[in-house]
């Protein structure tokens, strides 16, 4: 399985950006797509996701009202939308790959099977 994510640049505070995640490879035919960030020095932290039915997307209370995920199973890609963009968000946005429809530990990264290579965000102030 592979993951290419794309979108990230350098913005300033009050943009948006849309991260895209596309995976090729897979053998499964439900899973769960998630983004997660990591800061320079920080550790990697959820962001969002996306079950396979795209129910009741799961959002990190920091970007909660800013960021919207969405997923199209058809082109096995999940988009990230990042509106009102803050110097907080900067980071590498990594893609991830659950294998399953379960909703459950959404938020936490060691239960994913797959990750992409990352796509850095800068935000400027």
């Known amino acids: 399985v592979q993951l290419q994510a794309s979108g990230g640049g350098l913005v300033q505070t009050g943009d948006s950006l849309r991260l895209s995640c596309t995976a090729s490879?897979?053998?499964?035919?439900?899973?769960?797509m998630g983004w997660f960030r990591q800061a320079p020095g920080k550790e990697r932290e959820f962001v969002a996701a996306?079950?396979?039915?795209?129910?009741?997307?799961n959002y990190a209370d920091s970007v909660k009202g800013r960021f919207t995920i969405s997923r199209d199973n058809a082109k096995n890609t999940v988009y990230l939308q990042m509106n009102s963009l803050k110097p907080e968000d900067t980071a590498v946005y990594y893609c991830?790959?659950?294998?399953?429809?379960?909703?459950?530990?959404?938020?936490?990264?060691?239960?994913?099977?797959?990750w992409g290579q990352g796509t850095l965000v800068t935000v400027s102030s």
């Open positions: 991830a790959v659950k294998r399953g429809s379960s909703t459950l530990f959404l938020r936490t990264h060691n239960t994913y099977d797959y």
């Open positions: 490879g897979l053998t499964f035919s439900t899973y769960v």
């Open positions: 996306s079950s396979w039915s795209g129910g009741i997307p």
